[in-house]
């Protein structure tokens, strides 16, 4: 190859390589400003919680959340964004989605009066073991009459965080993994991969059949305990009859896949200001995208230099 058409390829690889960060920073832009905020709760308490107790939100401020919901903001169930996403309909920018996991009875005893009043859908992930156990963690779980009574308003969907996946476990090199990614099994024998992936969606069914027989309601939709899943396990959630899944945290944007909708986790020290900005964040400029591209650009590079 010539000099002269050298520097010609080098020129084209710039140009398309400039290209595609414009495009990507658009990209960018464009997900930050129809970004959609599906809020995680776990807990609620009567009084004040600290930030000792990550999960736990009063019920005060849950109570505040709520009415400045029903006031500014589209708030609509899970199983809606969803179904809005995957017929690609136009989602208003101030749609907001609120989730709870795990089953706690709090969530029946202190936020479903809250609910009820403010009119707002909620979906509910419960972990079949610990309904059956009748705790999380150290916290009374739902009741199913509890569970009941809350969809018989149709403002609540029960749905599924497996049977008995929710949990961390200790692999061989001492470190502690989620069960849905560590291949041993709780008796301590190492599992093959076929294993693996077939033990994910027995559980699931599982979890499955144990809602649909209390509650008359087959479930579709499941929340991955600690955000932790792959490919396979997304394969095997398929399999086991839930075409919708939510993930990790980040925002969600009508431009998601319906299998990882992401969530952002309401913690217990947010205050009034923290929680708009959190439900409806500050729409950016073409020019504030292209410095976060840089950012972000810049911080690989010195990672991968760098070590």
């Not at 960060?21 to 009567?46: D, G, I, P, S, W």
């Not at 179904?83 to 009875?105: C, L």
């Not at 936020?111 to 963690?137: R, W």
């Amino acid at each position: 190859m010539n000099k002269k058409r050298l520097i010609k390829t080098g020129l084209l690889l710039l140009a398309l390589g400039l290209a595609g960060f414009l495009v990507l920073t658009a990209f960018t832009m464009y997900k930050q400003n129809h970004a959609v905020a599906v809020l995680e709760y776990h807990n609620f308490a009567e009084g004040p919680v600290g930030m000792d107790d990550p999960w736990t939100v009063s019920r005060s401020a849950f109570n505040e959340q709520m009415a400045y919901l029903s006031q500014n903001c589209r708030v609509v169930s899970l199983r809606t964004f969803l179904q809005e996403v995957e017929q690609d309909k136009d989602i208003p920018e101030n749609t907001v989605v609120v989730t709870f996991d795990d089953g706690y009875r709090s969530n029946y005893l202190l936020a479903f009066p809250i609910i009820k009043q403010y009119q707002i859908p909620v979906t509910i992930f419960i972990v079949g073991d610990f309904i059956e156990k009748g705790q999380v963690a150290d916290y009374p779980a739902l009741h199913w009459s509890d569970m009941k009574e809350m969809a018989d308003t149709g403002l609540v969907d029960i749905q599924s965080h497996t049977y008995a996946l929710h949990e961390m476990i200790t692999d061989a090199s001492g470190n502690k993994v989620s069960s849905l990614m560590n291949y041993t099994t709780p008796s301590g024998a190492r599992e093959t991969e076929a294993g693996h992936y077939q033990r994910i969606e027995n559980d699931l069914l599982k979890s499955s059949q144990y809602i649909e027989s209390h509650l008359g309601i087959k479930p579709d939709i499941l929340s991955w305990p600690f955000g932790s899943y792959d490919k396979k396990a997304m394969q095997a959630a398929k399999r086991a009859g839930f075409p919708y899944m939510v993930s990790r945290v980040a925002y969600s944007n009508p431009l998601i896949n319906v299998d990882e909708a992401n969530r952002l986790v309401v913690f217990p020290n947010m205050d009034m200001n923290a929680f708009r900005n959190l439900v409806q964040p500050r729409q950016v400029t073409y020019g504030e995208s292209l410095k976060l591209q840089w950012i972000r650009i810049k911080y690989h590079a010195d990672a991968c230099f760098n070590g």
